[in-house]
C-alpha cells in the first residue's frame, strides 16, 4: 500500500489504501486504531476506484486525499464522507505526494512513462452541481430568452489552480518520483528532465533553477535535504545515492547502497542532523548521516518486497522510520543513532 501522513487535531495520522477497489483507511499509530472508509466512484461509466498511490492534506479540519493508479486518472476525496471533490480520469496515476511550500500544500503527481507532472490544489472542489449543467442548460436558455440582460456571472473553475510542468518526467511508482519544497524561498519541483538529466523547477517563473548531467545510474527517486545550511538535491537510481549543490549544478561522490536497486527515498532532520532514508526493490531500508556521509547502523530488512512508501516521525517524542511495501504491512522502526 502507498500512505501519506497528516497531523489533525494535534494527532499524528497515516492515511492510506489497503489496495482494494473503493477502499481507503486511516491508522492512529498513538492508539494503534484503524479505521475503513469507502470512496464514492469518480465516474459512474468507469466504476473501478484504483488507490495505488496516494496523498494526503487537512483542508479546513478534514483529510482529502488524491490519488489513483495505473487504471485510473488522479481524483480528490473528502476521505471521511467518501465523497468525490474533483477528478481528472484521463490517463493513469503512478506517485503522488504532498508537496509543502511554507503556509499552502499541494498534491505533486507523477504519471511514470509519460512526460510531465502536476501540482493540485487539495482545497479546491468542483461544485455541487457542476455535473448538473447540461441538465440545467435548457432552463438557462428559457431565462435568457425572457430577459437577455441578465447574464449569468462565470463560475471560476477549480482546475484553474492546476500546474502542469511539461518538461519534467517520473520513471518510478513510488512518491519520491518527484521532490518538491522551498529553495531560496522559492517554490520549486524536482524530477528527471525531459531532455535528460535532473532538473530544479521553478514553479512561479516556470522555468528550471537548476539542472544536473546525468549520473552512471539514472535518478528515478529524489528529495530535498538541508545539509550545511544549504538546500541540496537527494537523488537515487540504481544502488546509487548522491547528493547534488543546485549552485553549481554539480554532484557529490556517490555512496553505494547495500541491497538491491533503490525504489524509495525520503530525507529530513532528526536531532538537528540531516538524514536519507532508502529502500530498495528487494525490501532493504537504509539510514544515512548526509553531514558526514555514511550509513547510520545496520540495513533494516523485514519487508520482503520492493518498498514504496517512506516517513519519518515523531511518535512520543521518538523518531521512527514508517514504511510500506508492494502486497506487505506498514512496519515501523526504530531511527538508528
Not at 38 to 66: C, H, K, N, Q, W
Not at 153 to 171: F, H, Q, T
Not at 261 to 288: H, K, N, Q
Amino acid at each position: 500500500m502507498d500512505f501519506d501522513l497528516v497531523t489533525l487535531n494535534g494527532r499524528l495520522i497515516l492515511v492510506g489504501s489497503p489496495d482494494r477497489d473503493r477502499l481507503a483507511c486511516t491508522w492512529d499509530p498513538a492508539s494503534h486504531r484503524w479505521a475503513q472508509y469507502e470512496l464514492d466512484v469518480p465516474d459512474e461509466e468507469f466504476p473501478y476506484t484504483e488507490l495505488t498511490s496516494i496523498g494526503a492534506a487537512v483542508v479546513d479540519g478534514r483529510i482529502v486525499i488524491g490519488g489513483g493508479g495505473d487504471h485510473q486518472g488522479f481524483a480528490m476525496w473528502d476521505l471521511e464522507t467518501g465523497k468525490v471533490r474533483l477528478s481528472a480520469q484521463e490517463g493513469g496515476t503512478s506517485s503522488v505526494v504532498r508537496a509543502d511550500f511554507g503556509d499552502r500544500s499541494r498534491l505533486l503527481v507523477g504519471f511514470s512513462g509519460t512526460w510531465g507532472v502536476e501540482l493540485w490544489d487539495p482545497s479546491v472542489a468542483e461544485p455541487e452541481d457542476w455535473h448538473d449543467d447540461d441538465a440545467d442548460a435548457d432552463d438557462l436558455e428559457d431565462e435568457d430568452d425572457e430577459d437577455d440582460s441578465v447574464t449569468e456571472p462565470e463560475r471560476p473553475s477549480p482546475y484553474d489552480s492546476l500546474v502542469n510542468i511539461e518538461g519534467l518526467e517520473c520513471k518510478s511508482r513510488a512518491s519520491s518520483a518527484a521532490a518538491a519544497g522551498l529553495l531560496a524561498g522559492r517554490p520549486v519541483v524536482v524530477a528527471g528532465g525531459r531532455d535528460g538529466g535532473v532538473l530544479v523547477w521553478d514553479i512561479e517563473e516556470e522555468r528550471h533553477l537548476a539542472k544536473f548531467d546525468n549520473l552512471d545510474e539514472t535518478p528515478t527517486e529524489f528529495a530535498l535535504a538541508s545539509v550545511d545550511g544549504r538546500i541540496r538535491v537527494l537523488a537515487a537510481g540504481g544502488q546509487s545515492l548522491v547528493l547534488g549543490d543546485p549552485e553549481s549544478n554539480e554532484w557529490g561522490e556517490p555512496l553505494t547502497v547495500p541491497g538491491d536497486e533503490v525504489s524509495c527515498l525520503t530525507a529530513g532532520t532528526v536531532y538537528g542532523r540531516p538524514f536519507a532514508v532508502t529502500g530498495a526493490m528487494d525490501g532493504t531500508i537504509c539510514v544515512w548521516d548526509l553531514a558526514e556521509q555514511r550509513l547510520l547502523g545496520q540495513s533494516l530488512r523485514g519487508h520482503i518486497s520492493e518498498v514504496l512508501g517512506l516517513r519519518v516521525a515523531d511518535l512520543d517524542s521518538r523518531p521512527m522510520i514508517i514504511s510500506s511495501a508492494h502486497c506487505d504491512s506498514v512496519r515501523l522502526w526504530e531511527f538508528p543513532l
